[in-house]
């Protein structure tokens, strides 16, 4: 048989085309590892084919991410890491080139800066930073992630300032915490 032949298997392909990258990166920076991220991909991703019949094909993404997050928040509590997660940066698997890119002293402040800000990020409460990594890292429009967090718009807009003032003060604390160290 023909992986093709079936419209619901296009439809699945299409899918898991468009949108693993987004799962697969909301749910690393959610774990902050890259190897359960994978884990939680596939786990969503085959949640999508179970279901795919009862997704609305316009909310496809929302649906996933929804998903992703709940799945995310069960690895987390199996893992008694709820609260004290720390990411590591992402294994892209892309190799450094001499003469390639920014001078290493550049590179190195900003993978300090990032780790710095996975740091500041994982220890913000949820949905703020649910919310924070859908907005200022994915990208997602307002609309986008309301529908993900099944969230009123006004109460998303809310919650996303509360998680801006939150990873802004945590931040803070965690430089001043480190000049006084």
């Not at 994978?38 to 909310?59: G, P």
């Not at 969230?151 to 000049?179: A, C, I, Q």
């Amino acid at each position: 048989m023909n992986w093709f032949s079936d419209p619901a298997q296009r439809r699945f392909e299409q899918h898991v085309h468009a949108y693993r990258h987004r799962v697969y990166g909301f749910a690393v920076y959610m774990l902050g590892r890259p190897a359960e991220a994978e884990d939680v991909t596939q786990d969503v991703l085959l949640t999508l084919w179970e279901h795919l019949d009862d997704v609305d094909e316009a909310r496809v993404l929302p649906w996933l991410l929804r998903v992703t997050r709940n799945a995310c928040i069960d690895r987390m509590r199996k893992n008694s890491a709820y609260r004290n997660v720390v990411a590591p940066a992402p294994e892209d698997g892309l190799g450094d080139a001499a003469g390639d890119g920014p001078p290493p002293d550049a590179e190195a402040e900003a993978a300090d800066l990032q780790e710095h800000l996975r740091r500041a990020l994982a220890r913000v409460d949820e949905p703020y930073r649910s919310l924070l990594i859908l907005r200022e890292i994915q990208g997602l429009s307002y609309q986008e992630i309301s529908a993900a967090m099944d969230l009123p718009l006004n109460t998303m807009k809310v919650y996303l300032h509360r998680g801006r003032k939150r990873l802004r003060t945590t931040v803070r604390d965690m430089f001043h915490h480190e000049d006084v160290a």
